[in-house]
């Protein structure tokens, strides 16, 4: 089992959740986060005064897959939030040590499902 | 118009409230005999009351509570920080509670009540003793006397409030409401007094301030900045500031601002008169053209327009014509709103930097700056074809109005300032003014209240 861990901009998030519903990997946690990578953000300007904090706005996904699902989730987000502009985002592969669902108390790949 | 127009009738010559109760009684005529109105006896005057005029000024009064709450609540509530949202919220809806009682149960007598020397009225009008149904013909002869009270008990209210921009999110609570209680009743009363009621020497000396230039901005906005600089900066002022946690609250209370702004100077005239839709239309234009200037010097100086620059020029706007707003016509409000987009813009932008102090959400820099403008202003473009009660300005031809205007702001500052230091420093001694930095680091909302304005949960 993995844990996949993305980092994406908002505006690819549709396109990404359509790209990951075809290869089948359902299970998704998003959460709007703010971040920064090598594009560096855009100053912000309040009554003349510029503030130092560039955080950008981006989409954090958790997916937690099956190994069979590892290739085809990273190929759906890829696929999904490429733009070729800097600032796409990163994909973050970890391995998952377990799972459970609650409301069976399934445990491992069958959880995941 | 009467309160103020018999302001100007006094200029050099004491003959004030003879030379302006004409005005009272043509207007009265309407509906009643001019008699009625020169008559001092309360039971004559009860049939004066004008039921337009009432109506107006009722409806005025709901406009300027507006103001404060939610008007400048959220302007300020969405400048500050999230974790510092209720705090604010809490200080302006905390004043229109305190501040309320203590206008029925002394502050209206102190502020309007019989003469003392110029200085302060009496406790005679203490609990609204001798306030009643009656018009009090002095003030306003065609509307109840309860109605005029409460009408000034708003401004009573917003003006502390308008403090509140200068030390947010770093003032203990329990220090707040002293340091309100006591400023409210020891300098708003007294300049209010001295500028608008009977007897105050201010008045006496025919300044012109139709809607509270002084009384009401420059008295809070020079407090403001004396608070900015005994409490001292904020931790992470100047460059380690989050930015204005909700900036649409900010744009709802700025556009709340200027609709109650409508009651506060319209208001002002007393009557649902010619001179009251006059002052509606100068307040407006003011406040267009004040944005538009400070949304074209962002454009100049920083490439675009912003948001918080286009409401902070029509809110600057709204302070500049204030005094102004029954005495000049639309191309005075032009100009005055000119100069208070440019000048604010300039002061927030430049002066304050280089200074250095935390004037947290430009109390001192909108409301001073811009009520100094507009008071100074009025000096100016002043005229007579708008309101024969007042006076002309400097560019009418009576250059001894623009001194008339620059000692009595001279007059608010040197008080307000010196007396709002003191009483700083006093609270400061007895229970401190200053939240722990542990609790600003936290944010007040939590520290002072318990409580938290926005949370994760459902």
Redesign the interface.
């Known amino acids: 089992m993995k844990y996949i861990v993305a980092i994406i901009q908002p505006d690819r998030m549709d396109e990404v959740l359509e790209r990951l519903t075809a290869s089948k990997v359902h299970l998704v946690t998003a959460s709007s986060v703010m971040g920064r990578g090598r594009q560096g953000g855009i100053a ?6 510029k ?3 560039n955080l950008l706005k981006k989409m954090k996904l958790e997916i937690a897959v099956n190994d069979d699902y590892v290739k085809a989730a990273i190929e759906a987000i890829t696929a999904g939030a490429r733009t070729g502009e800097v600032g796409d985002g990163k994909i973050f592969v970890l391995d998952l040590e377990q799972c459970i669902r609650i409301r069976t108390g399934e445990t491992g790949g069958e959880a995941i499902g | 118009m009467k309160r103020f127009g018999l302001m100007t009738g006094l200029i050099g010559t004491g003959m004030a409230l003879a030379g302006a109760l004409p005005a009272l009684a043509q207007e009265a005529a309407a509906n009643v005999t001019a008699a009625v109105v020169a008559s001092p006896a309360p039971a004559a005057a009860a049939s004066a009351v004008n039921a337009g005029d009432t109506a107006w000024v009722l409806v005025s009064t709901a406009l300027v509570m507006l103001m404060t709450i939610p008007g400048l609540a959220f302007f300020y509530g969405g400048l500050v920080r999230k974790k510092n949202v209720l705090s604010v919220l809490m200080q302006c809806f905390f004043l229109m509670c305190a501040i309320s009682l203590q206008w029925v149960v002394f502050g209206y007598s102190l502020s309007f009540g019989p003469d003392v020397k110029g200085l302060i009225g009496n406790l005679d009008w203490a609990m609204l003793k001798n306030v009643g149904f009656e018009p009090n013909a002095d003030y306003a002869g065609t509307i109840p006397h309860q109605v005029f009270m409460i009408f000034q008990m708003m401004f009573a209210v917003i003006t502390p409030g308008l403090i509140i921009g200068a030390f947010a999110e770093r003032m203990k609570f329990s220090a707040f409401v002293v340091f309100m209680v006591l400023w409210a009743t020891i300098v708003y009363d007294p300049v209010c007094h001295w500028v608008w009621g009977i007897g105050g020497f201010v008045r006496k000396m025919g300044a012109l301030d139709f809607a509270g230039g002084t009384v009401v901005h420059i008295n809070a906005g020079i407090a403001a900045l004396v608070a900015a600089l005994v409490l001292g900066r904020r931790l992470g002022h ?3 500031l ?3 946690h909700n900036l649409p609250f900010a744009v709802m209370g700025a556009a709340l601002l200027w609709f109650g702004w409508y009651g506060f100077n319209a208001g002002s005239a007393l009557a649902a008169n010619g001179l009251a839709g006059s002052a509606f239309v100068v307040t407006h234009v003011a406040s267009a053209v004040a944005g538009l200037a400070w949304a074209t010097m ?1 454009v100049v ?2 490439r ?1 327009m ?1 948001v ?2 286009l409401i ?1 020029g029509a809110v600057a706007g709204l302070v500049a014509i204030t005094p102004a707003a029954g005495f000049v016509n639309v191309g005075g409000a032009i100009c005055i709103g000119l100069g208070a987009g440019v000048i604010c ?1 300039l002061f ?2 430049f002066v304050k ?1 280089k200074l250095g102090y935390d004037d947290a959400l ?1 109390a001192f820099g909108v409301h001073c700056v811009g009520g100094i403008w507009g008071a100074l202003a009025t000096g100016l473009w002043a005229t007579t074809t708008v309101n024969s009660a007042g006076a002309n300005g400097l560019f009418y031809g009576n250059p001894a109005q623009f001194i008339i205007q620059l000692k009595a702001v001279a007059i608010t500052v040197a008080y307000s300032g010196v007396v709002s230091f003191i009483l700083l420093k006093i609270v400061d001694a007895l229970i401190g003014l200053r939240a722990t930095e542990q609790s600003e680091r936290i944010g007040l909302d939590l520290t002072d209240h318990r409580e938290t304005g926005y949370t994760v949960l459902d």
């Not at chain 1, 912000?44 to 005064?49: M, P």
């Open positions: 912000q300007v309040y009554r003349s005064h503030e130092a904090g | 100047p460059h380690k989050s930015p204005p962002d100086f920083n675009r912003t918080l620059g902070s813009y927030v932008t930097e430009d």
